[in-house]
């Protein structure tokens, strides 16, 4: 008992003994006063009771603002659907960038009716997927080869001048 009321004579120890002697007791934790919820559900509806996935996703959908993004997605896979087997088989949609449809038809004859008939098929689209999603539809041609490979190129005719 002696030895804890002398003041060690090593530098160490005396100022360890200091650090104890200032430190402050603990303080004692309060009891909070705020009710607990209590971790089950009753007999009533609640926010943790399972929902069905279709609802779960519906909900998501409209939290991020994706349906139109999701009607738009619609449009490509049933493409046939929409517009008849006939203009599909002569058409195929490129991209949708915004509200403008690109289609590539299989020959030029095929672009020049297709143009014509744009009316019909965005009142189509619109019929089906819904209105604005399609406003506009830019209808191309087929695309001759690209001979060209690589950065330089050399001018003249190419091997056009090799077919006859």
Known sequence: ?????EEPTDPA??????ARRAKPAPAKRARSRTPVEPTWSGAGPDGRDPVLLGESVDALVEDRNWRRTLTAAGLLPRWEEIVGADVA???RPERLEGT????VAESSAWATQLRLLSGQLLERIAAEVGPQVVTRITVRGPTAPDWRHGRLRVSGRGPRDTYG
């Open 1 to 5: 008992m002696s030895d804890e009321l």
């Open 89 to 91: 088989a002569h058409c």
């Open 13 to 18: 120890r005396r100022l360890l003994a200091r």
């Open 100 to 103: 403008a449809l690109t289609c």
